[in-house]
């Protein structure tokens, strides 16, 4: 399983942030694993921002939730983060991951969001 993020590099303050990952080697639709999206700001630990799963539906870091918007294209086994009205604080490398049962088992190799003007 591979997971591959894609996005700007460089966000605006108060615009949305989009990022993209592409999973090859295992179906997103499966109902064996949630997708996750994980991100690290400079100088802290890694933070948990939101998953999706296919039957149980999305998840959100409660302080970012009314922030964030994960969703799912299944026709390109991709899913999406969208994090509106962006300021430098969401400035982190962001990873997607594949969750299963207490295991975050694989992780793309992620992408730097600065989020400046």
């Known amino acids: 399983v591979q997971l591959q993020e894609s996005g700007p590099g460089l966000v605006k303050p108060s615009q949305t942030l989009s990022l993209t990952c592409t999973v090859s080697?295992?179906?997103?639709?499966?109902?064996?694993?949630?997708w996750v999206w994980i991100r690290q700001p400079p100088g802290k630990g890694l933070e948990w921002v939101g998953s999706i799963h296919s039957s149980a539906g999305a998840y959100y870091r409660p302080s970012l939730k009314s922030r964030t918007s994960i969703s799912r294209d299944t026709s390109k086994n991709q899913f999406t983060l969208q994090l509106s009205s962006v300021t430098p604080e969401d400035t982190a490398v962001y990873y997607c991951?594949?969750?299963?049962?207490?295991?975050?088992?694989?992780w793309g190799q992620g992408t730097q969001v600065t989020v400046s003007s």
């Open positions: 991951v594949r969750a299963g049962n207490w295991v975050y088992d694989y």
């Open positions: 080697g295992g179906s997103i639709t499966t109902n064996d694993y949630r």
